[in-house]
């Protein structure tokens, strides 16, 4: 079976940090994967999605990077934290045609 | 371009009270639709789908129905009980030509709180 891992699973930065957080699945190959910010009481915002290794497509111009080193891993990157940066940050992956997405648990980002 | 609009909440019912969430969708081709629901500090779990017109998706005790004519894919459960509370939102599938694969459109989210 597939399952999808996100860690940290709660951070607690200062402004202009870096930031670092991993996602990754296992149990497939070759997955769509896709990060997500979640603000207090707002809607999900897809940040990033990737299609394959080394392919990442950017939904909104922000603070943020995304990475994608090996087929099942998924990496969100930032070199200076800001506050508006804080959120619940959910990784998601989906099997190639297939619209069914499946979320990891996230991790809680409060930028201090 | 396609958008998923919810009803807005925070929905507060009792224990075995009637529950609908109103879901209507804009969207040029023809999108699967989806529920997913978030429990507290938790990611997102698929609760149901539909995949084309007049189709019921049902789990757990909630159904909803694809409704091309209304454009609507509304939650319904007909005796909600206090596990059931949590976020739910509701998801298009972005279907066009060149989109990304599994690209989903999500709706802002309905909180759902049920008193015992």
């Known amino acids: 079976s597939q399952t999808i891992h996100q860690w940290p699973a709660t951070l607690v930065q200062p402004v202009g940090s870096p930031l670092s957080l991993e996602c990754t699945v296992e149990?497939?190959?070759?997955?769509?994967l896709y990060w997500y910010r979640q603000a207090a009481g707002r809607g999900l915002q897809l940040l990033f999605y990737?299609?394959?290794?080394?392919?990442i497509s950017s939904e909104v111009p922000q603070n943020l990077s995304a990475s994608r080193p090996q087929d099942r891993q998924f990496i969100l990157s930032s070199k200076k934290l800001l506050l508006s940066d804080s959120g619940f940050y959910l990784c998601a992956w989906t099997r190639g045609s297939s619209y069914e997405q499946y979320f990891g648990p996230g991790t809680r980002l409060t930028v201090t | 371009g396609d958008s998923v609009t919810q009803m807005e909440g925070p929905v507060t019912l009792s224990e075995e009270a009637f529950l609908t969430i109103n879901c209507t969708y804009t969207a040029t081709g023809y999108p699967s639709l989806f529920w997913y629901v978030q429990y507290p500090g938790e990611g997102l779990q698929l609760l149901l789908k539909?995949?084309?017109?007049?189709d019921k998706g049902s789990n757990k005790g909630f159904e909803a129905t694809y409704r091309k004519e209304t454009t609507s894919f509304h939650l319904e459960k007909g005796s909600v009980q206090v596990s059931d509370s949590a976020v739910y939102f509701c998801?298009?599938?972005?279907?066009?030509?060149?989109?990304?694969?599994?690209?989903?459109?999500f709706g802002r989210g309905t909180q759902l709180t049920v008193w015992p």
């Open positions: 149990g497939t190959s070759n997955p769509n």
């Open positions: 998801a298009l599938s972005d279907e066009a030509r060149g989109s990304t694969l599994g690209r989903l459109y």
């Open positions: 990737s299609v394959g290794i080394g392919q």
């Open positions: 539909a995949t084309k017109a007049d």
